[in-house]
């Protein structure tokens, strides 16, 4: 009975969740070249904008769950549009087509660190993992002081491209104006940590199967894992992240001298 259920809310899912193929013309604006993403949230696109024959990307926002992915798709938008960072894509507009939301955005060319560190096994030594780490935080200095925490930062959010780091996918964003400010910092710093020691982890040969605290797996220097205690909370956690961008300047100087 209840894999009947599961079948039939797929299939609806389905039905309602419309994916465009290639080649389809949005809002006779857009020509979708390939689907880049198909979250549970929205279904992103690369496009090619008619009029200008520039690439962008377009944002679906899936009707089955409208509830929750309308909220998600407004403080999407509200926060590309609020922000003005290189490092952050802009909004382009938002539209509605055959019924459907969506919105458009700057196209970034380049990789997400997921892909990067997976696919394509990039390797990030101690001293490079820093650095791309202090352009995040520049970022997420950027974003905090327009009052908006992105809660999200995880390695798909995050793309290189020609040695720059940028930051996307602000459906999860959340105002920091109300009382919980101080606990939505913490979830990004923490998030911040965990970022980190993905990348730190590219470095990892596993000899053995044997699994053992990160302290013990990877060889860091002090300033890093102090850094990352901070940020995961094992110690006294930090209270805003300009501390964080200068104990990581510190140990980028240590490292490299
Ligand atoms: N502005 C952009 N420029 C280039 N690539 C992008 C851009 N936005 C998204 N992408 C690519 O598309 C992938 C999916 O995008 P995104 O994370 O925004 O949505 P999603 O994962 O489909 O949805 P969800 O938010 O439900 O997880 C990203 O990991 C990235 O590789």
Sequence with gaps: MELIYWLMKRICQKIMDKTYPSQSILAERYKIEKVLGDGSYGIAYLCIELESGSKCVVKQMRKSKKKENEKMYKQETAALQLFDHPSIPYLIETFTYEGNHFFSMEFIEGDNLEDLLFSKKKVFNEAEALLFFRQLLEIVAYTHKQGIAHCDIRIPNVMLSDNQIYLIDFGLSQC???????????????????????????????????????????????????????????????????????????AINVISY
């Design 176 to 250: 920091l104006d109300n009382i919980h400010k101080k606990e939505i910092v913490q979830d990004d710093f923490f998030d911040l940590g965990d970022f980190l020691l993905f990348i730190l982890y590219s470095t990892y040969d596993a000899k053995s199967k044997k699994n053992r605290p990160w302290t013990e797996e990877l060889h860091l220097h002090n300033q890093t894992t102090g850094i990352l205690k901070k940020l995961l909370q094992i110690e006294q956690p930090y209270s805003n992240v300009h501390e964080i961008i200068t104990d990581v300047h510190h």
